[in-house]
């Protein structure tokens, strides 16, 4: 690496899309060996900020700043050249490429005629490795790699290509807590040796954890920076929300008929008979590592993937694979991408939300009113506080938060009695999140049984009445939310036992 | 090399069942036909595999072959051009043709199928037009150029190798090499995996796809030639009819996934080596009719899909448990 000299900043950046302000005259710098985590609600401008910073937009308004002269990116390549690299969420790797081919992508060692220089690929793809140090062939495809091995990758091929400068967004949203361990340490060592960083991050522990400093943007405005003692999970909670949340009261378990009843699942994923039963208004999390059998454990029940055993809703029994009857019974199942598995992201929001139930709408022959579902579209658009409020534009243009409240609001449609979500809240912002929670207390208030899985401790205590904790497919352990310990749940989770 | 074996055993396989029903498939006449047949879609399939690993589709190879096919002996002995300046000139209209095709499907953006559909469409209603749909032919000229066609090496007794043999391999140890060990092949490769991640890893992605449909227009060009130098004369409205379909599945069959980024030349050998084998069967078998030789084609690759998925399934299944 480079000895970093230098500095980058962003000088009173602006930046408009149509007529929405998503940036106002921001100022932010990031100098060689410091932790700089941007935190803020979705829709705050994070995004926007760091794409400006590596090129994607150009700005309205105002400068970025390599070493204290003006520079323009003409876009990531642009910027990866003057040491800015960002390593998106998606990380940008190719799959079925090996690990040397992806670690050296885009500046090959070549000698004559375009001729590749396996020797010097190989040393070079070596050194890039140990810098952060991971220990993998080098020949194996990357789609071999768990996903906090990738990340290493993308942030190895960063550091290789000089990079003095890495956007690292949303690095640890899909990370096991290991693996988030590890990352978090090489990004301290990587500091230490003088790489500036930019983290973007909805988990607030880890800002806590590792930033020198911390921007809070605000509708597109740099509401406060922190630094030392003031990085403060409630500090910054109040300065990205700009007002206190309330911590909402646990109620206790509401006595009620039992309305989702599972005995002796059995599937590909899931080696052991699992049991348990959800009541009415009962609200139950599935804890567990990635890889745990949480995410396939909600699809065998919804009927997307095979299984044995014994499902009832409402003493009804469900048979497997079969999610129309799944919907026509009453269960519903929110799933984990909301991109890509929940949601069509050209469509309007009218389409998403009225999808569902549309079938409920239809006369004779599938025919369709013209105006059919416009009511169901708008009462999830208000129910669940959609913002902006209105149905017929493109879900692709709304916010993570907004997209995720679309897609929990297409299911409420056709009142469900037992609501299967998966991650309910990834990548949405504290304020959506809350909201999401709130709707969803309400939901089983009124008798919705709900089934949950979260990687997000937060979430599954303060969400959830009971605990079921998954390790490798199998049940580990069954704990209650009030008397649990997020120290227990990880030792179920990593397949031990709870003390 | 692990990806090829399953579709060598088939390979295999077939060619053993046909030889053991109808010893003629081993006849030198035979193999020396079969060899032919095998280089010539062999040299096309290497084109559309180039397409395919950038995620695209040549649906045009078949037309482009119809137009420098038929245009070559036109020009020779109706127009009464020198071969010297034929050749060469066809060769790089066929390359011209595939750069413009890359050029609307980087530049205008516009989808590879619908790019080359079009262009299927334009080149044989072209060369059927030059030619009022008369059949073409060499009649005795050009026997010297003809042998790159139809020339024969003799090895022993009754066995020659084909000349178009020799081309192909030629043109395939290039074509290894290119994609394997040059910078523009890695980048090839890149952009099939992840089109994205190599546009900001600063790989100059259009320039890169535009290459690889001007190479598959240019070996298509080379397949008309050697086609029609081959059979000798050439009917504008059947003369490589299909033949992209071919291409497409010998390139599928030796691995190249149609969603980009992966495939080998020694695979498309192989799959192009397999679809005429299975063509040979189909004519030497004789409780085969004929006539169900592309149910028969269709089938057997359905097959091979099938039982590629599945074996990617059980591994997948095994890593994870």
């Known amino acids: 690496m480079t000895p970093a000299s230098g500095v980058i900043e962003a000088r009173s950046v602006s930046k408009r899309f149509g007529g929405v302000v998503a940036l106002d005259s921001v100022t932010v710098s990031i100098l060689p060996g410091e932790i700089v985590a941007v935190i803020g609600e979705n829709g705050a401008g994070k995004s926007t900020l760091v794409k400006i910073l590596c090129g994607v937009h150009p700005c309205d308004e105002g400068e970025v700043r390599i070493d204290e002269q003006p520079v323009f990116l003409a876009g990531p390549a642009d910027a990866f050249a003057h040491g800015i690299a960002r390593i998106p969420q998606e990380l940008e790797l190719c799959d079925s490429m090996t690990v040397a081919e992806n670690l050296l992508l885009g500046r090959e060692p070549a000698g004559q005629f375009g001729w590749v220089d396996e020797n010097a690929c190989r040393s070079a793809a070596r050194n890039a490795l140990e810098q952060v140090a991971l220990d993998v062939p080098l020949d194996i495809a990357v789609s071999e790699l768990g996903h906090g091995q990738r990340q290493l990758v993308a942030i190895a091929r960063a550091l290789d290509g000089q990079a003095r400068v890495l956007l690292l967004d949303e690095p640890t949203a899909t990370l096991s807590p290991t693996e988030t361990k590890v990352l978090l340490d090489r990004i301290q060592t990587l500091k230490k040796s003088g790489a500036a960083i930019v983290l973007i991050t909805h988990r607030l522990g880890e800002v806590e954890q590792v930033a020198d400093r911390v921007v809070v943007l605000r509708d597109g405005h740099h509401v406060a920076t922190l630094e030392g003692d003031q990085i403060d999970r409630d500090e910054m909670v109040r300065q990205m929300v700009g007002r206190d949340l309330e911590p909402a009261a646990m109620e206790s378990i509401p006595p009620g008929q039992v309305r989702l009843a599972v005995q002796g699942l059995l599937s590909n994923n899931h080696p052991d008979p699992i049991h348990f039963e959800v009541k009415a208004g009962e609200r139950i999390a599935l804890a567990g590592l990635v890889g745990a059998g949480r995410s396939e454990l909600l699809e065998a029940l919804f009927g997307l993937r095979g299984r044995q055993g014994q499902v009832q809703i409402d003493q009804q029994l469900l048979p497997p694979l079969n999610p129309g009857h799944s919907v026509e019974v009453g269960i519903a199942l929110v799933p984990e991408e909301r991109a890509s598995q929940g949601l069509a992201l050209q469509r309007t929001v009218a389409d998403n939300a009225m999808l569902p139930g549309l079938y409920r709408e239809a006369g004779a022959f599938g025919w369709l009113a013209p105006n059919a579902g416009e009511n169901t579209a708008t009462e999830v658009v208000q129910k669940l506080g959609v913002r902006p409020g209105r149905t017929d534009i493109a879900a692709g243009d709304l916010s993570g938060g907004n997209q995720q409240k679309v897609v929990i609001g297409k299911w409420l449609a056709l009142d469900p009695g037992v609501l299967l979500l998966d991650e309910p809240t990834r990548g949405v912002d504290v304020g959506a999140r809350e909201e999401i929670h709130q709707r969803l207390r309400e939901l089983s208030r009124e008798g919705v049984a709900i089934l949950f899985a979260s990687s997000e401790m937060e979430e599954v205590l303060a969400l959830s009445h009971r605990i079921i904790v998954m390790h490798e497919g199998r049940i580990t352990g069954t704990l209650t939310s009030s008397e649990a310990t997020e120290e227990e749940i990880l030792a179920l989770a990593t397949g031990g036992s709870a003390a | ?321």
């Open chain 2, 1 to 321: 090399m692990k990806k090829v074996l399953g579709i060598l055993t088939v390979l295999v396989v077939v060619s053993v069942v046909t030889a053991s029903i109808s010893p003629s498939f081993l006849s030198s006449y035979n193999i020396e036909n079969l060899l032919r047949r095998s280089a010539l879609f062999g040299i096309i399939g290497i084109g559309a595999s180039l397409v395919i690993i950038t995620g695209g589709i040549d649906l045009s190879i078949g037309s482009l072959i119809c137009l420098i096919g038929c245009l070559t002996p036109w020009f020779i002995t109706q127009v009464g051009l020198s071969a010297w300046l034929v050749v060469p000139g066809l060769l790089l209209l066929a390359a011209a043709l595939g750069f413009t095709h890359g050029l609307l499907v980087t530049r205008l953006k516009l989808q590879p199928f619908l790019v080359t559909l079009c262009g299927l469409f334009i080149y044989r209603g072209i060369t059927r037009g030059i030619l009022a749909d008369n059949t073409v032919g060499f009649g005795t000229a050009e026997s010297g150029l003809r042998t790159l066609g139809n020339g024969r090496i003799p090895i022993t007794d009754g066995f020659a190798l084909p000349a178009p043999l020799l081309i192909l391999i030629v043109v395939a140890v290039l074509a290894a090499l290119l994609l394997r060990r040059t910078v523009w092949g890695r980048h090839l490769l890149a952009i099939g995996s992840n089109e994205t991640a190599a546009r900001h890893c600063g790989i100059a992605v259009d320039r890169v796809k535009i290459g690889a449909y001007a190479l598959c227009g240019l070996l298509s060009g080379i397949g008309g030639l050697l086609f029609v130098l081959d059979t000798g004369s050439a009917q504008p409205s059947n003369f490589g009819n299909f033949y992209e379909l071919y291409a497409i599945a010998a390139a599928v069959l030796g691995g190249c996934s149609l969603r980009g980024g992966e495939g080998t030349i020694v695979g498309v050998l192989i799959g192009a080596t397999l679809v005429q084998v299975l063509r040979n069967s189909i004519v030497l078998i004789d409780d085969i009719p004929d006539n169900i030789e592309f149910a028969v084609i269709g089938a057997i690759i359905l097959l091979a899909v099938i039982a590629d998925e599945a074996v990617r399934r059980t591994v997948s299944r095994r890593k994870s448990s």
